[in-house]
């Protein structure tokens, strides 16, 4: 079952419908129901009692949302396994093989406290910042990028005359137009006389890569498991660094991730919640969302600027 699903998944990430990151993923999660269930068992003898042993081994050392992630893909891996003829009926989880409770997760969400960093925070983490991480800061903060959004983005997409950035969103494939500040242009302009040479051809038109010329954040087999593939996120092992020198990473969970955050928060004070979707990426399957063809640059604008005020006190257009 383990193998056809992966020779599965990787059909589609030969044609580009699945990402090495999502491919990854679904192969550790083949790792952890071979090395807990055995090689021999069969798919069709798994019973409630099973899956309630399997719960409470993913749960391990893992909040409730891994935990939810977790349970999430072990589930698509069992429904191959009926959607593909390897058994008669659909797995019996019973009810022990639940995802967590939508309260479970907000509770774990409170007790977590706010994923967010204060301006003067920021201040200071853009002023610490060496390049290319300060340019990748800002792009967080600027346009809401994630750790592999800013990871993939190729130069093409980059319009430093004007200030814009057109860049469809790694994980969802929805198109994004971002204005971007003075200071991010500035600061990717500066990072980019010093990026060094990828070192592969197909990296050539990123605008960050490591001093090695590879992808800031990626995905290789592993050097120890043959077979097995491992995430290399050098841009959040960075990041985390510097939080740690400026002792502003006590609170749980902040990370590069944690200016995905920031944008949303701030750039919902510009009180057009459209526009700060349409920068961010997100999926809108409102009818609204059907019937729009699209937003103003003006629009845009004022999002960018509303964060912009809150973090440096200027609202001061970005070009």
């Known amino acids: 079952l383990c193998d056809d699903f992966l020779q599965d998944r990787e059909a589609k990430l030969d044609t580009g419908e699945l990402s090495l990151h999502t491919f990854a993923e679904y192969r550790r999660t083949t790792d952890r129901i071979f090395e807990f269930f055995g090689r021999n068992r069969r798919v069709d003898d798994l019973k ?73 925070e920021l201040r200071r983490i853009i002023e610490a910042a060496s390049q290319p991480l300060r340019a ?18 190729p130069q093409s997409a980059l319009d430093l005359k004007s200030g814009w950035v057109n860049f469809a969103r790694t994980k969802t494939g929805i198109q994004r137009r971002c204005p971007l500040w003075p200071e991010t242009v500035d600061a990717i302009r500066e990072s980019l006389k010093s990026r ?84 961010m990426g997100h999926v809108d399957s409102s009818m609204a969302g059907q019937y729009r063809e699209r937003i103003s640059d003006a629009r845009l604008q004022d999002v960018a600027n509303a964060v912009r005020m809150w973090l440096f006190g200027t609202d001061t257009d970005a070009r």
């Open 48 to 120: 409630p009692v099973d899956f309630r042993a399997f719960r409470s081994e993913l749960a391990k050392g893992c909040s409730v949302v891994t935990l939810k992630s977790k349970v999430n893909r072990s589930r698509v891996v069992f429904k191959f396994a009926h959607d593909n003829r390897h058994i008669a009926h659909p797995v019996e989880y019973g009810t022990a093989f639940d995802r967590p409770t939508e309260k479970s997760l907000r509770t774990a969400r409170a007790d977590a406290g706010e994923r967010m960093f204060e301006a003067d």
């Open 136 to 153: 990748m800061v800002l792009l967080g903060l600027n346009c809401g990028f994630g750790n592999t959004d800013v990871a993939s983005l």
């Open 196 to 279: 060094p040479q990828p070192k592969s051809l197909e990296d050539s038109d990123l605008v960050f890569v490591t001093s090695r010329g590879t992808r800031f954040v990626r995905v290789q087999e592993s050097k120890t498991t043959e077979g097995r593939h491992v995430t290399i996120n050098s841009l959040a092992r960075r990041f985390d660094s510097l939080l740690l020198g400026l002792k502003i990473n006590g609170r749980s969970g902040l990370g590069f991730y944690t200016l995905r955050h920031v944008f949303e928060t701030i750039g919902g004070e510009s009180r057009d919640q459209v526009a700060v979707n349409a920068i």
